[in-house]
Every structure is written in structure tokens, then in C-alpha cells.
């Protein structure tokens, strides 16, 4: 069981049912005397003693807790790990990363793809490899109609003719095949003109744009070649963008460093620019470069997501809500408890191809030629490499046995795993502790939305 108190909600977490509870102080202070295992019916002797409550409000207390528990919400048993995958069992992907360009008219310094290239040659996928794409995801989808594919880079848009050859051969292959894709870009702007906001609006179910907050900091690492910024370049053109899209997905989403930890304000600031969906990821990187996030930083960092959720209430309570991605884990659009196991599928249910057509288990991996999976033009795809990705889940995970968070996180990111950590099997641990603030917090938001019409940062 994990509890705690922020911005005045008394929140438990049971980690084995994945249930999230929002209690008065009373159930909240007697958990510390209630002992994990089985529960009876009648009030535990030890709570007898509890001081500054009445023993009517105890009993009453402890009926709720003890509702909980025969629920399975509360002090429940492990579940089974799911089946292991065997290295002959077909798994459909579900999901693809289109690396469609391996160039990019950025340059920035935090960049994990090497500034677009991915350690290796700069260049663009072809329109054949592209089809083949789509031929390779109709076959190795099996049963699942539905697919998703995200143009990627890079800077796709240095592809642009691609992207749009690769869209209309998938929509002539869905009524032949009985598929639907759905379409994502992510984009640094740069390209962006008329023509391709018209198209993207229209054909992408989702863009991702590339932008990092206030001026100075989206400047000081988005650069171009000559190290001049981009934010005033691309500004307008993701404002005519949202502006002209209709409602449809998109988000801005950025990435914060050692030099920005008041990162709200930058979210702040694209949310005055007039943007409503948000996100900014911490950079990942090796603890020697001066804009790395570290152990020495994390403090400050996970103080910094407490402000975020406390702005984010009162933006709400005032009519001004906004959403952020990392804090949008429970609800309406929260994945199953079986997604939640599973975290992502890289090299599973999704795949990342890079234009010579080489088959990755996931964009991050792309360029560590250790982790090749297959080929497209060739029609291979190693099943057995497929299975032990799939097999690679927060129940393989020592470490995650005993973590409350285990059935909201998959175990965390297995590219950060491997390459700061080494091994799949082993979290990365700052990004677990920034995971765990971000889940505390979204569920004070879900909490204070919960009580919409009440004071929503209670004393």
C-alpha cells in the first residue's frame, strides 16, 4: 500500500488491484496501524488506541476500510504474471514508427537521435520502402484491423512527398485488406507552410509539435546548424496550425533540461500562446552532459511537478484548464490494467522501421544495430527477438515487484532501461521517481475534478 498527502487530498494507492482511493484524515491516519494480510471483520485491537478520534468515528472508519478489502481494493494479493510468450507465437503489431527521414534542419543539443541521423548516414526513406511499410504492417497486424502509424524522424517533413505517397498507398490498401490506419507526424516546424498544414490537418489523426517553452530556453538547445533558435519560426506556424485543425488531437511537446527545472513556467507559457494540450519530457541522458538531469537535480524536479499540479487546479477551478500528458494517466483515456503490465510493447505489439528499411523494437533503439529485428524489403521479422520483447514486462522486473506504481508504469521506458541501466529488466531510477511524482499527481488532479463545484485545493 503507498499513501500520501499533497495539496490536501489524502490519496491510497493499492498497488496490487491498481485501485487509487481519496480519504478522509481518519481512514488515512489508521492505515499506519491497520497490518497488511487478511482482515477481520472486527476492529483490530491496536486501533483501540488511536488518540484525537472517537471510537464511534473509528469503528465507522474502519467498516470502510475493512468494505475496501473484501472488495479487493484494498491490502489485495498479487496477481499472476500474465502467459509468457514462446519464440513460435505470432504477436500482431499493432503500431509503427515511420522513420521516414534520417535528416533534420535542427540541430539540437539534447537530441537522442544524433541530430537526425541516428549515428549513421543522413537520408530519406523511399516511396518502395514505404509501401513496403504498409504491405509488412497489413501481413504482421494478423487479426487487428486497426493500425497505427507515426511518421517520424528526424524531420519528416524533409520527406514530405513520402509521407503523403506512404498515407494515400494505406488508404487504397484499406478497403483491399479490411485495415484502418490511423496517422501521427511529429514535426520541429521548420517545413511547415500552408499546403502542409492543410494536409496534416486533414489526413494526420494526431501531430506532435516540437517546441521546448519560453523563448530562451527553446533556444538555448532547438537550433539550427548555424546555432541560431528556432522559436520565433515555428511559433506562428504550430498557432496557425491548432488554430486552423478543428478540434482534432494534437500536442505541443517539449523537453526540459537542468537548465529549466521551473519547467511550469514554460508550460505556462505555451498555454498563454494559446495551446491546451501539453506535454514536456525530462531529458534522459548520460549524467556528464552540463543540461542532464541527475540525483542532484531530482529534488528540485519533483518539487517543480508538486507546483505544475497545484497551478493546474486552480487553472481548473478558474475555467482555464489545460491538459498535460504525464498527468493524464487515470480516467476516460487511462490504458487497462493489461496495457499497464505490458507499458508500451516496443518490439511487440510496435516496431520502429528506419528508411533502409532495418526493423527496430522501438525509435530509441534505432542505430544500436545489436537490437535489428528484421528487414521489410526482405519480409523477415525474428519472431523469437518479437516474443522476448514481449516477454520483457513489469512482471520480469525485480525491482518492480514491490513498487506501488507497478500497474501504472510497464516497468518504465526499456530503451532508458538499456542504455543507462544496461539491462532491460532494470529501471531506470531517476526516471522511476519522476514517474511516481507525476502518477501522485495526476491523481490530486483526478481527485480535485472529482470535487468540481467544492474548493479544489482544500486547506
Known amino acids: ?21 481519496l480519504v478522509d484524515k481518519l481512514v488515512f491516519d489508521l492505515l499506519d496501524h491497520v497490518k497488511e494480510g487478511p482482515l477481520s471483520e472486527d476492529l483490530p485491537k491496536e486501533l483501540l488506541f488511536c488518540q484525537n478520534y472517537d471510537l464511534k468515528d473509528i469503528e465507522e472508519a474502519y467498516c470502510e476500510i475493512y468494505k475496501l478489502y473484501k ?3 484494498l491490502f ?7 502467459s509468457s510468450y514462446t519464440t513460435g507465437h505470432k504477436i500482431p503489431i499493432k503500431a509503427a514508427c515511420l522513420h521516414v527521414s534520417h535528416d533534420c534542419d535542427l540541430r539540437c543539443r539534447y537530441c537522442f537521435a544524433g541530430t537526425g541521423a541516428f549515428g549513421g548516414q543522413r537520408m530519406n526513406m523511399s516511396l518502395e520502402v514505404g509501401k513496403k511499410v504498409i504491405d509488412f504492417l497489413v501481413k504482421r497486424s494478423l487479426s487487428r484491423r486497426n493500425i497505427d502509424v507515426d511518421f517520424f524522424g528526424g524531420e519528416p517533413l524533409l520527406n514530405f512527398d513520402v509521407v503523403k505517397g506512404v498515407v494515400s498507398y494505406a488508404r487504397e490498401q484499406e478497403n483491399k485488406t479490411n485495415k484502418s490506419f490511423r496517422f501521427t507526424l511529429t514535426t520541429n516546424g521548420i517545413g511547415l507552410d500552408e499546403e502542409k ?11 506532435v509539435l516540437s517546441i521546448d517553452g519560453r523563448r530562451a530556453i527553446n ?23 491548432v488554430a486552423k485543425r478543428g478540434g482534432k488531437n494534437y500536442y505541443v511537446r517539449g523537453t526540459f533540461t537542468r537548465m529549466n527545472l521551473d519547467f511550469t513556467s514554460d508550460i505556462l507559457h505555451l498555454v498563454d500562446e494559446g495551446f491546451k494540450e501539453i506535454s514536456l519530457e525530462p531529458v534522459v541522458s548520460d549524467g556528464a552532459f552540463p543540461y542532464a538531469i541527475t540525483e542532484r537535480e531530482l529534488p528540485q524536479v519533483l518539487k517543480e511537478y508538486e507546483r505544475l499540479a497545484a497551478v493546474m487546479i486552480d487553472k481548473e477551478k478558474q475555467g482555464q484548464g489545460f491538459n498535460f500528458y504525464h498527468f493524464s494517466v487515470i480516467g476516460g483515456d487511462s490504458p487497462c490494467v493489461s496495457k499497464r503490465i505490458k507499458g508500451c510493447g516496443a518490439g511487440a505489439e510496435y516496431v520502429a522501421i528506419t528508411p533502409d528499411a532495418d526493423i527496430y523494437p522501438c525509435h530509441q533503439l534505432v542505430g544500436m544495430k545489436e537490437y535489428v529485428m528484421g528487414n521489410v524489403l526482405e519480409g523477415i521479422v525474428d519472431i523469437g527477438k518479437q516474443a522476448q520483447f514481449a516477454n520483457i514486462n513489469v512482471s520480469s522486473k525485480k525491482k518492480c515487484a514491490d513498487c506501488w506504481m507497478k500497474l501504472y508504469c510497464g516497468g518504465g521506458c526499456n530503451a532508458n532501461n538499456v542504455k543507462f541501466g544496461q539491462d532491460f529488466s532494470k529501471p531506470h531510477e531517476i526516471s522511476c521517481e519522476i514517474q511516481k511524482k507525476r502518477l501522485e499527481c495526476s491523481f490530486v488532479i483526478a481527485a480535485a475534478r472529482e470535487m468540481s463545484g467544492q474548493s479544489l485545493l482544500p486547506a
Open 76 to 82: 489485495s494479493e498479487p496477481s499472476k504474471p500474465n
Open 219 to 241: 533556444d538555448r538547445m532547438r537550433v539550427h546548424a548555424d546555432g541560431s533558435g528556432c522559436y520565433d519560426e515555428i511559433l506562428p506556424k504550430f498557432k496557425d496550425l
Open 197 to 207: 498544414v492543410e494536409y496534416l490537418n486533414r489526413e494526420m489523426a494526431s501531430v
Open 1 to 21: 500500500m503507498h499513501k500520501y498527502c499533497l495539496h490536501g487530498f489524502h490519496v491510497v494507492v493499492d498497488p496490487n488491484s491498481g485501485s487509487v482511493h
Open 71 to 73: 472488495n479487493k481494493l
